[in-house]
């Protein structure tokens, strides 16, 4: 891997043509999020007779409609390390998005490779999504050629590992997984085998509003190179209709940036960053976050690397171990589960709709302009970073969604399409099921939906908005209200045997018929309203 303090080529130059000529053994495909220079994959080649092919392709890009930060993102990142690729030795074979006679498709370019490279077998990491995976199997046979696909050696469970956890499981729970890590991996255990500081979990500490002080310090903005100007320039001639700003473009896109990145959110944000991990404040975009997620998913960073950073923290006396156990059980259970979860629940996945909701995203999804705040704030800087942190997504983007009946495929792919951290197998089940709850309980045991209460006790959002909190029917009643009861009227029978909606319920019960019903209109009148249907 590039030290922190290395030189990198491709830093303030344009990026070169790079080209393979003539016949190849193995041909080892790259996409945009698997630019790990550790690799298994790359370890395996023969740097004189395998060759690494890269391909920028528009459907990449319009699949969904992505966020042309994201686009910018991938591309330069694909570019950088190109670059580095070349230096380091190997062949590599680049397509660009402008390359004449370019297919703009990955299936196509697969094609074109085949013929101009004659390869004599294929490989790569398991890909990020069922997709690509079969577009690669189905390439290889129709090629006739045999595919070899490598455990992803960046995470820290296998599928395989995950399954095995999962036999004998009703349901999988986050929280078992979790602990199980830590004890797999020796994470934060005293000597006994027991979690540091007596808990597993910090929860109770680190759920503070924020109150507007300390100031959160402004994050790493890495330079913008020659390479990454040139991307910016395409995405805006190519792809000016695609959503999203791009005139304050901020994403590491190189293994160097993503450790300064890394270092400057250890050394000063996750002091802070537990007590305040799901407070929303307006103005604050990033408040203590780590802004880490668009490296990690590239593969810019490695979570061992990102865990042993905040641990030596902790053990440093330079950050509290509530911030160390919120950021460490991000890396080691969340993300772990959520990819476990992903491949275990199979391709069919996306098309779960248990709710049966098949409501319209509102169009001020892609344009933050709506008079309720807290959307206004949350996509607003959607639009202006291609960021939201988990609890804008969970709690406000996408609690909205789930209780107006949006379809889960809808917000699943806004959100694939406009976070700059986007990769399918972490963006699908955590919308489609953490948000949306839309597989039936396989990632959350209940929905999590919550009234404007919640947004105005985590936030400042609800001062100077329009709507009112406190109110659940009317012209001010918060809108989040109105939905929220309509959305527990509607499931009510759906959620009766479960228990940790039984609180819920029992307030639905108490409501008149005559309440009832006029939540129900309200509801209906204001989905009509938005084009929600």
Not at 92 to 98: E, G, K
Not at 212 to 220: L, N
Not at 265 to 273: G, H, N, Q, V
Not at 403 to 418: E, K, Q, T
Request: hydrophobic share 40%; glycine share 10%; aromatic share 10%.
């Amino acid at each position: 891997m590039t030290p922190a303090g290395g030189n990198e080529s491709g830093q303030g130059s344009r990026f070169p043509r790079l080209r393979v000529a003539g016949a190849v053994d193995r041909l080892a495909v790259v996409p945009g999020d698997q630019l790990d220079l550790d690799s298994g994959l790359l370890r395996s080649l023969d740097r004189g007779r395998d060759a690494v092919l890269m391909m920028e392709v528009a459907g990449e890009a319009t699949q969904v409609p992505c966020h042309r930060q994201r686009v910018v993102q991938f591309l330069a990142a694909m570019r950088h390390f190109a670059v580095e690729l070349s230096r380091r030795g190997y062949r590599v074979h680049y397509v660009r998005l402008d390359d004449r006679g370019n297919t703009q498709s990955f299936a196509g370019e697969l094609a074109g490779a085949a013929r101009a490279l004659r390869p004599a077998r294929v490989a790569s990491v398991r890909p990020g999504e069922w997709r690509l995976r079969r577009c690669l199997e189905e390439f290889a046979a129709g090629q006739g050629l045999p595919y070899d696909i490598l455990e992803d050696d960046h995470f820290l469970t296998t599928p395989q590992a995950f399954g095995e956890w999962m036999a004998g499981r009703s349901q999988p729970v986050m929280e078992h997984f979790y602990r199980r890590q830590r004890r797999v991996l020796g994470v934060l255990l005293d000597a006994d085998g027991q979690p540091a500081g007596g808990e597993w979990n910090f929860d109770r500490r680190n759920r503070q509003a924020f109150t507007g002080s300390p100031d959160p310090p402004a994050p790493f903005v890495p330079r913008t190179d020659a390479i990454t100007r040139e991307v910016i320039r395409m995405v805006e001639r190519r792809f000016a209709d695609l959503p999203g700003r791009l005139s304050r473009f901020r994403w590491p896109v190189t293994r160097r940036q993503a450790l300064r990145a890394l270092a400057d959110f250890t050394e000063r944000r996750l002091p802070r960053f537990g007590t305040y991990q799901d407070a929303m404040w307006s103005g604050e975009p990033f408040l203590f976050h780590s802004l880490l997620s668009p490296a990690l998913n590239l593969k810019l960073l490695n979570p061992r690397e990102c865990v042993a950073a905040a641990i030596a923290a902790f053990e440093a006396g330079a950050a509290p171990l509530n911030s160390v156990e919120g950021f460490v059980r991000q890396l080691i259970g969340w993300r772990e589960f959520i990819r476990g979860v992903y491949w275990h629940e199979g391709p069919e996945y996306g098309r779960r709709n248990a709710l049966d909701q098949h409501g319209a995203l509102p169009g001020f999804y892609w344009t933050g302009e709506t008079d309720l705040r807290c959307l206004r704030e949350c996509l607003g800087q959607v639009i202006e970073h291609g960021y939201g942190h988990h609890i804008q997504r969970l709690m406000v983007t996408g609690n909205f969604a789930l209780l107006a009946g949006v379809h889960p495929r809808a917000i699943s792919d806004w959100y694939l399409g406009m976070y700059v951290d986007a990769v399918e197998w972490v963006t699908l089940p955590n919308t489609l099921g953490m948000v949306m709850h839309a597989d039936g309980g396989v990632v959350g045991t209940k929905p999590y939906a919550a009234s404007g209460k919640y947004i105005q006790r985590m936030s400042n959002y609800c001062a100077g908005c329009p709507y009112d909190p406190k109110q659940r029917t009317g012209d001010g009643a918060c809108p989040f209200n109105t939905f929220y009861w309509d959305f527990l009227i509607r499931h009510r029978e759906r959620f009766r045997s479960n228990r940790r909606m039984a609180m819920m319920l029992g307030n639905v019960d108490r409501l008149g018929d005559a309440e009832r019903s006029v939540l129900r209109a309200a509801a209906a009148a204001r989905r009509e309203e938005l084009g929600i249907g």
